[in-house]
């Protein structure tokens, strides 16, 4: 059945999401708006690469994670002395400037009709066999940056990270140099989304600018939220309960037309009950607000 396979690739690209989001959003307390930027980044260049001068997936994928975190060293850079709500709608436009480069620059990226026929990191013949190497793929992406996140977190740099988070301007009275920080924070968030991207495009094999919009950093938002902000556990679960929960809500026997809708309506509710009973996410410790 390759259903299960699927969802278990598709939430291991979104577990890297969140956790690359998470160290901006939760160890740093940046609330980014504009994270799918660099997804859609990691996605684009790597396929433009190897479509267009036949270069290995494998190199692209590398490629594509370098240019999202170059974005994301300028992003940082660009955003050093916003706060709160002001940096927050920076990232946002940032967000929709991405997009309506890949949406409209159709020479490049074909616009909306996306780009079809991304090669495969290996052809197989066999659709189990295709699964279960992505599933591996996947997994052993999954746990690589679970093991930089955890060893950026508990370093002493980490707590850095943490104490901007909590006080700036005491993290600067102590000496530290918070831009730098900030920047290599955005940097490495940046790197890994665009690792994300890059493995979506190539398991897919197809993307358009209507999976890289702002809907979609909004919801790598809440998988980080959900889950618990400033927790490796929190950005696990979050992932796992956004992309799996509405799949469950499918094999609910709803009849008629508007059964989809309505699963909508019920995933969005028990959302909001699960966020006002529990503001600090399932495993979290810090809340947003």
Not at 27 to 36: I, K, R
Not at 84 to 93: H, I, P, W
């Amino acid at each position: 059945m390759d259903y299960l396979p699927h969802l278990f690739i598709i939430t291991g690209i979104s577990v890297i999401l969140a956790l690359s989001l998470n160290l901006i959003m939760g160890y740093m307390g940046q609330s980014a708006l504009g994270h799918a930027a660099f997804y859609a980044i990691g996605a684009y260049s790597s396929s433009l690469l190897a479509l267009n001068a036949g270069v290995s997936p494998w190199i692209g994928l590398l490629v594509g994670a370098t240019f999202a975190a170059i974005s994301g060293v300028v992003i940082g850079y660009l955003t050093f002395h916003l706060k709160e709500d002001y940096f927050a709608l920076a990232t946002f436009g940032f967000g929709l400037i991405v997009y309506s480069i890949i949406n409209n620059w159709i020479g490049v990226t074909r616009g909306p009709m996306g780009l079809p026929g991304i090669p495969q990191f290996i052809t197989f013949s066999d659709s189990k066999d295709y699964f279960l190497f992505y599933c591996v793929l996947i997994l052993l992406f999954v746990l690589i940056t679970i093991f930089i996140t955890r060893k950026i977190v508990y370093s002493p740099f980490g707590r850095v990270v943490q104490s901007i988070r909590d006080d700036e301007l005491a993290a600067e009275a102590l000496g530290k140099d918070t831009r730098r920080v900030k920047i290599t924070i955005f940097a490495i968030g940046a790197f890994f989304a665009g690792v994300a991207g890059s493995l979506y495009a190539h398991y897919i094999t197809f993307i358009d600018p209507s999976s890289f919009d702002i809907m979609e950093s909004i919801i790598i938002v809440l998988m980080v939220i959900l889950g618990g902000m400033g927790t490796i556990e929190g950005s696990v679960l979050g992932a796992a309960v956004l992309i799996l929960f509405p799949e469950m809500l499918r094999f609910i026997g709803i009849p008629g037309a508007d059964a989809a809708s309505l699963r909508q309506m019920i995933y969005g509710l028990l959302l909001v009950i699960l966020i006002m009973k529990r503001p600090q996410g399932l495993v979290g410790k810090y809340k947003l607000w």
